[in-house]
């Protein structure tokens, strides 16, 4: 039932989601279609993209063989590169504690536990609670949640994927 209740009273501005410069973004999204003019920018871009599933490892050694080859190229690291996707794009995570076991999130009634209510787990690294005698609570897993609003908000900027967005509206109105 406290689930249900936070959920009802829940607003953007409860900082508990969405803060600070991607609140504003959402509540007011930029109407402009996003541009990319640096050619090195699209290139740490395109690496970021084909090696989407790979390490960061990866990643800097792809950046390291092209400086090899292009070594007046400046391309952004994987770091600099992610920020220039959630600042082209408006899309940032709202990351959370989670259990180790992925049993419960620690949001809502959860957050302020120190342990799992499902299998027991702590929520925190025993050992850096230990070290820092209980100032640092560092969770021992995160979780990253993607709000629909901007990335919603993204596809709309681009015309075709505002197009496509188009097709359900499209069809229903020939029916």
């Known amino acids: 039932m406290q689930f249900i209740l936070a959920l009802h009273n829940a607003t953007l501005d409860d900082s508990v989601g969405l803060i600070g410069d991607a609140l504003e973004r959402l509540q007011?999204?930029?109407?402009?279609?996003?541009?990319?003019?640096?050619?090195?920018?699209?290139?740490?871009?395109?690496?970021?993209l084909t090696l989407e599933h790979a390490s960061e490892s990866a990643f800097n050694?792809?950046?390291?063989?092209?400086?090899?080859?292009?070594?007046?190229?400046?391309?952004?690291?994987?770091?600099?590169?992610?920020?220039?996707?959630?600042?082209?794009?408006?899309?940032?995570?709202?990351?959370?504690?989670?259990?180790?076991?992925?049993?419960?999130?620690?949001?809502?009634?959860?957050t302020d536990l120190d342990s799992c209510p499902i299998c027991n787990e702590p929520h925190y690294d025993l050992i850096q609670l230990q070290r820092s005698r209980g100032r640092i609570?560092?969770?021992?897993?995160?979780?990253?949640?993607?709000?629909?609003?901007?990335?919603?908000?993204?596809?709309?900027?681009?015309?075709?994927?505002?197009?496509l967005m188009q097709y359900h509206k499209q069809c229903t109105e020939q029916v």
Do not use: M
């Open 28 to 48: 007011t999204p930029p109407q402009a279609q996003a541009r990319l003019d640096d050619p090195d920018i699209e290139h740490g871009i395109s690496l970021f």
């Open 61 to 110: 050694k792809s950046c390291a063989a092209t400086l090899h080859r292009h070594p007046e190229d400046n391309i952004p690291t994987l770091h600099q590169v992610k920020k220039i996707i959630s600042d082209l794009s408006g899309i940032t995570s709202i990351i959370k504690d989670q259990c180790i076991n992925s049993c419960v999130a620690f949001v809502g009634p959860y």
């Open 137 to 163: 609570k560092h969770p021992r897993q995160v979780f990253h949640t993607f709000p629909i609003g901007p990335q919603l908000q993204a596809l709309w900027r681009h015309p075709d994927s505002a197009e």
